[in-house]
């Protein structure tokens, strides 16, 4: 079965500062990986997707991520966080299961930008 | 854009109450579903829907139905709500078919109160 491990539940950076967010994944093959953000009161949002090719993938809001296939990683990056980008960021892996997509979500990671 | 809207925002009910939750998507998306998300547990999938009137079980179904009459239309019932139901319900859609590369767009999410 697919699984999918945030090991931080919450981490605090400055504004400006860089920002990475883990995220270790566990599938038998090639796995379809998502990040989303959840602002407070709202729906999930997709910030980029994986499903082949090049390996570091931009997404929206200057965010990227890198697939590592030998580490079973899926980490979240961003070069320098804004006070907007304070929100839960929950990774994902999908996989095909009978007609449909079955997306199992990590148990996300709240982040706090101080000033 | 897509929109996906859920009736509520914000639900308090007592045990024992049947409740609905309502879920509406206007991008004609074959498949709907419906989450629970609680604080450590990330999003837990309930049930979805890939077609009219056709529904499978996710990997918490107990306690829950689901109907779907109409194909932009997909509502979760809580038979009889109980206190460990309370939490915040979250509807997504996604095209259907055998393409496995769909974004879910979530709605806003309901927060409901069982007391």
């Known amino acids: 079965a697919q699984s999918v491990t945030q090991p931080d539940i919450h981490i605090t950076v400055s504004e400006g500062a860089s920002l990475e967010l883990r995220c270790n994944y566990s599938?038998?093959?090639?796995?379809?990986l998502f990040w989303y953000v959840q602002s407070p009161g709202q729906g999930l949002q997709l910030l980029l997707k994986?499903?082949?090719?090049?390996?570091l993938v931009q997404g929206i809001k200057g965010f990227e991520a890198e697939f590592k296939r030998s580490q079973s990683s899926f980490n979240l990056r961003k070069p320098s966080v804004h006070w907007s980008d304070a929100a839960e960021y929950f990774c994902?892996?999908?996989?095909?299961?009978?007609?449909?997509?079955?997306?199992?979500f990590g148990t996300g990671t709240k982040l706090q930008v101080i000033p | 854009d897509v929109k996906v809207t859920q009736s509520s925002r914000y639900l308090v009910k007592r045990t024992g109450e049947k409740v609905f939750l309502e879920c509406v998507q206007d991008?004609?998306?074959?498949?709907m579903f419906w989450y629970r998300q609680d604080p450590g547990l990330g999003l837990r999938l309930i049930y979805f829907?890939?077609?009219?009137?056709?529904?499978e079980k996710g990997d918490i179904p107990e306690g829950y139905s689901v109907s779907r009459e109409k194909k932009e239309r997909f509502s979760l019932i809580l038979e009889s709500a109980s206190t460990n139901q309370t939490s915040m319900y979250l509807c997504?859609?996604?095209?259907?078919?055998?393409?496995?590369?769909?974004?879910?767009?979530f709605g806003p999410g309901t927060r409901l109160l069982v007391l």
């Open positions: 599938y038998g093959a090639t796995p379809y």
């Open positions: 829907s890939y077609d009219v009137k056709m529904k």
């Open positions: 994986y499903f082949s090719g090049d390996t």
């Open positions: 997504a859609s996604t095209t259907g078919g055998l393409a496995h590369q769909e974004t879910q767009y």
């Open positions: 991008m004609d998306h074959e498949n």
């Open positions: 994902a892996v999908g996989s095909p299961s009978g007609g449909y997509q079955k997306v199992t």
